[in-house]
Each structure stands twice: as C-alpha cells, then as structure tokens.
C-alpha cells in the first residue's frame, strides 16, 4: 500500500487528475506483473522501477493532454483533492497539509512542459537524482537540472503571494459568512478589486466558461448562486492542505469545491470545481 501511495502521490502531481493517476498507476503495475518472475527478480529496486515507467506514462498523458484539452468546454482546472479519501484509506492522503500538492502549485505546474514538470516532481518533490530523471525524460543530466531551475523560478514567484494559513483561512471563514448571507454588499469588501473566479464545469454542467473578473461581477455570480439554488450550503474545507470552501444541494451531495487565494484581507482569486467528474473524491 505504501508503494501504491507514493506512486499516486508521484502522478497525481504530475497530472493534477485522481482518475488519471489512477490509470497511470493501474498501467504501472499491469506492465511489473507482465514481466516474466525471473525478469522482476532481476530489478534491484521494484519501487524505483515502477516510479520510472508511471512517470514515463505520466509523460506520454501530458504530451497529448493539450490536444484533449483543446475539446474541452469551458475552463480546465486541476482536480481538487480533500485532506483524505474516505474510501478505504485509497488512493491515499495526497493533500493531506502538504504544500508540494497546494492547489496554486498545480496551477503553476499546468504552466510548464510536459518535460519540465516531470523533472520538477521527481527531484524537487521526490528527491530523484537527476541522472535518473534524464532516463525518464530522454534529456541530459544537465538539461534536467536547468529545466529544475527554471520550473523552481516559477513556482517561487508563484508563491510570494500566498499569506500564512491562518490569515488564510480567517479570510475564508469571513468569506463563506459574508456568502451565506446572499448580500452583495456583506461580499464586496471581502473581494479583491480585481478577483477573478474560474469555473470548470466540463460541459457537464452549468458554469461559467470564461473566467468572470472584479469584485462587482463576482459578487454578482455568487448571489445568484444562492438565488438559484436556496437549499445550498457551504461549509469550509481543506482543499489541497489550506481552507477552501465545499458547496453541497439539499440531498448533502457536493456540487462544487472551490480553491481559494488570499491576499491581505480580502480575496483575490476561486477556482471552482463544478466538473462531477472531478468531485468523486468528496463524495
């Protein structure tokens, strides 16, 4: 199990989905079990074989993710994942207050190369050598560690602007009150002048497909949320190991899970998960 783990873990990172993660994983295995038993006896390291060839399957998803991504309606965002997966401890606790999975990084990850990505997962968050990344992504040694560099840049600039957890989640508290009163005027001063609110809903359902942006258009969207659906309640949550909000109907089932980014008092940024496909995991 600890193995299935640290796999799931490794391309969950690298794919920001659990059900390709899952595939990644699941192909990892099939491929160890067709081996012949004197072949597997043959590998010194099991787990260090099998992190090779999900990272190489993760590399091949990432190479045509933009061409599926192309098809699809609206707004991609990466999967949201709780502290922990009620069914049976599996896959695993990916989120669980850990920052390498912080649902800004994976934003940031989305940025980068497939190649760029996989190198980053494997040495920054996993601390594989670089001799043995180069195998996996067909470059030099040190190719691999300029293109480490370059994704560390990245990330580091991503993360000046977050605010320490507990700021954090004060504003997220206030915000999911000042929400909960369906008025306009309790949410404005909560929301930065220029935030943005990205909705992905997959064509599955109804969503925003382009992001909606200032307080006063925000605001807006999220009354009406409450004017359309009046049962709604929405209850704070960890979202990838800092407070986000989780969103459920009348029946108790989760309609939306929303990433949120703060910045002082106010908030600057939601990423809202409407996608059911990407909500098995809060269900």
């Known amino acids: 199990m600890q193995d299935r783990r640290l796999l799931l873990g490794v391309a969950y990172r690298m794919l920001g989905s659990v059900a390709d993660a899952e595939d990644a994983v699941q192909e990892g295995y099939a491929r160890w079990y067709a081996l012949s038993a004197s072949d597997r006896e043959a590998i010194d390291s099991p787990i260090a074989w099998l992190v090779t060839v999900v ?20 707004e ?50 996993f601390g594989y050598p670089f001799a043995d990344i180069a195998a996996i992504v067909g470059r030099s040694a040190g190719a691999c560690r300029q293109m480490a560099s370059s994704a560390r840049r990245r990330v580091r600039e991503g993360r000046r602007r977050e605010v320490d957890p507990a700021d954090h989640a004060r504003v997220v508290a206030a915000f999911q009150d000042a929400w909960r009163k369906g008025d306009p005027d309790s949410l404005l001063p909560l929301l930065d002048p ?19 942006l200032g307080a006063a258009d925000v605001a807006a969207l999220l009354v ?3 004017t359309r659906v009046p049962d709604l309640t929405v209850e704070v949550a960890d979202v990838n190991g800092r407070a986000g909000l989780v969103a459920k109907d009348g029946a108790g089932a989760v309609t939306a ?12 940024h939601l990423w809202v998960m409407r996608n059911p496909d990407k909500l098995t995991a809060w269900q």
């Open 55 to 74: 990272s190489r399957i993760c590399l091949d998803v990432l190479g045509s993710a933009r061409r599926r991504r192309e098809r699809y309606v609206g």
């Open 76 to 125: 991609w965002l990466p999967e949201p994942v709780p502290a922990s997966f009620a069914a049976g401890g599996d896959p695993a606790e990916l989120a669980a207050h850990d920052e390498e999975v912080g649902y800004a990084l994976l934003l940031v990850l989305e940025t980068m190369t497939p190649a760029e990505r996989v190198v980053f997962v494997l040495h920054d968050a």
């Open 194 to 212: 220029a935030v943005a609110a990205v909705a992905d809903g997959g064509g599955r359902v109804t969503a925003p497909t382009a992001p909606v």
């Open 224 to 226: 009406g949320v409450y």
């Open 257 to 268: 899970v929303i990433a949120v980014a703060t910045a002082g008092d106010r908030v600057r």
